[in-house]
């Protein structure tokens, strides 16, 4: 039986951290969302379950008629 590569994927955030001086949590929210300029620091992957699988052809390039899940 001929081996096929197949690759995984999982949804997920990179999490990043920044601090804001701002009078309450709301408002450090929207200046954030409003302005840049702001140091980040990465905090990390969070996984969640959504995935999707697909064989790979020889040249490593997905094969999309064999995807399964979520795209």
Do not use: N
């Not at 064989?55 to 399964?68: V, Y």
């Amino acid at each position: 039986m001929p081996e096929v590569p197949v690759l995984s994927r999982v949804d997920a955030y990179a999490g990043y951290t920044t601090v804001v001086e701002a009078e309450d949590a709301q408002a450090a929210a929207d200046l954030v969302r409003e302005g840049s300029g702001f140091t980040w620091e990465a905090r990390g992957v969070v996984e969640f379950d959504g995935r999707r699988v697909v064989t790979l052809d020889a040249a490593g390039e997905e094969i999309d008629s064999t995807a399964r899940g979520a795209a």
